[in-house]
């Protein structure tokens, strides 16, 4: 089976509840329909982002057999009052939503991490869904970096069920430098994503919570690339005295889509964290996604029941009975 581990998905009957008409709505006219996002304008907007028979037809022309959906970062709404209800009513329609197709989607859970009792619950609620194959989280929470002592009770719990917990960049550093040429999405969101794994490597949250299975988007940012920096660094900077556990090693304990677009890149990659932990992921439906995932991956020059593991055994063997 070809699993896309990494695939966004708005329920389009979120659009209906008044408790959040500003945070998202959809227009129509005659030109079509217009999708809103806290009164921004979402462009370009694909129909396949609330709309699930759209994509299916694209899974089908792309040769994907099951999706993980889960919300855009930018649905996410940890700074929001209303981000509890806003959580649990986007996991119940993300839910009500794949079991019309249960054959070929699956999702992972928002949850409302600013509020950390509602946290707990809502992993508590989610985690019995035969449909929920994991949980959604950013790379920071609103500035927060994942290994702060606040999120100790999040990554306890997520252990205790050995969840898949998908991170995925947000909140991304604010500088005019970016403004230009969707910087803010082409650099911004590589490195938000490599800072928090450094902060998760630093500070050693895969051996304190080893059942939990992180997996980072877009391969990890820049962090395959980096890790012989970041090991120097332990080896000679006064600021890593307690580091104990070398970055090669620790790197190793996450897991990594292949949202990088290019065969041979991929294959770099694989070569530092091994093929067990790349997981295939498009980013559908935007329009900086692996509109070929499946070529991509192929197209690596390794075994070709490593090629398999990547598109879907290595997923099916995580999440098990959860697909």
Same mark, same amino acid.
């Given at each position: 089976m070809i699993i896309d581990v990494h695939a966004h998905y708005i329920p389009a009957s979120l659009a209906d509840n008044e408790k959040f008409s500003d945070l998202f709505y959809v227009k129509e006219d005659t030109f079509g329909?217009?999708?809103?996002?806290?009164?921004?304008?979402?462009r370009p907007f694909n129909p396949?982002? *609330?709309?699930? +028979?759209?994509? *299916?037809?694209?899974?089908?022309?792309?040769?994907? +057999?099951?999706?993980?959906?889960?919300?855009?970062?930018?649905?996410?709404?940890?700074?929001?009052?209303?981000?509890?209800?806003? /959580? %649990?009513?986007?996991n119940k329609a993300l839910s009500e939503d794949a079991s019309l197709h249960r054959n070929r989607f699956r999702y992972l859970a928002t949850l409302p991490m600013a509020d950390m009792e509602g946290t707990i619950r809502e992993i508590d609620r989610v985690i019995n869904d035969p449909l929920c194959a994991g949980i959604e989280i950013a790379t920071n929470i609103a500035g927060m970096e994942l290994d702060d002592a606040y999120l100790e009770p999040f990554w306890k719990k997520a252990a205790e069920y050995e969840i898949f917990v998908l991170l995925h960049p947000h909140y991304t550093i604010k500088s005019a430098r970016l403004e230009r040429y969707h910087l %803010?999405?082409?650099?911004?969101?590589?490195? +938000?994503?490599?800072?928090?794994?450094?902060?998760?490597?630093?500070?050693?949250?895969?051996?304190?919570?080893p059942g939990v299975k992180i997996c980072f988007s877009h391969s990890g940012g820049y962090t395959p690339y980096a890790i012989a920096r970041f090991e120097h660094a332990r080896k000679v900077r006064k600021e890593f005295?307690?580091?104990?556990?070398?970055?090669e090693e620790c790197c190793r304990s996450f897991y990594y889509d292949?949202?990088?677009?290019d065969a041979e890149t991929l294959q770099f990659v694989e070569s530092k964290v091994t093929s067990s932990h790349l997981l295939m992921g498009t980013d559908y439906p935007?329009?900086?996604?692996?509109?070929?995932?499946?070529? /991509?991956?192929?197209?690596?020059?390794?075994p070709r029941e490593k090629i398999s593991d990547i598109l879907g055994?290595? *997923?099916?063997?995580? *999440?098990?009975?959860?697909?």
């Open positions: 329909k217009t999708m809103f996002i806290k009164n921004r304008e979402l396949g982002l *609330i709309y699930l +028979d759209e994509q *299916i037809a694209d899974m089908d022309k792309a040769g994907i +057999d099951m999706r993980f959906i889960s919300l855009p970062p930018f649905a996410l709404n940890y700074e929001d009052c209303r981000c509890k209800d806003w /959580t %649990r009513e986007s %803010r999405n082409l650099m911004g969101n590589p490195l +938000d994503t490599t800072i928090a794994a450094f902060a998760l490597m630093t500070g050693d949250v895969a051996s304190k919570y005295e307690g580091v104990q556990k070398s970055y292949t949202i990088l677009h935007f329009d900086m996604g692996d509109e070929e995932p499946v070529h /991509t991956v192929s197209s690596m020059k390794i055994g290595n *997923i099916e063997r995580l *999440i098990g009975d959860g697909i």
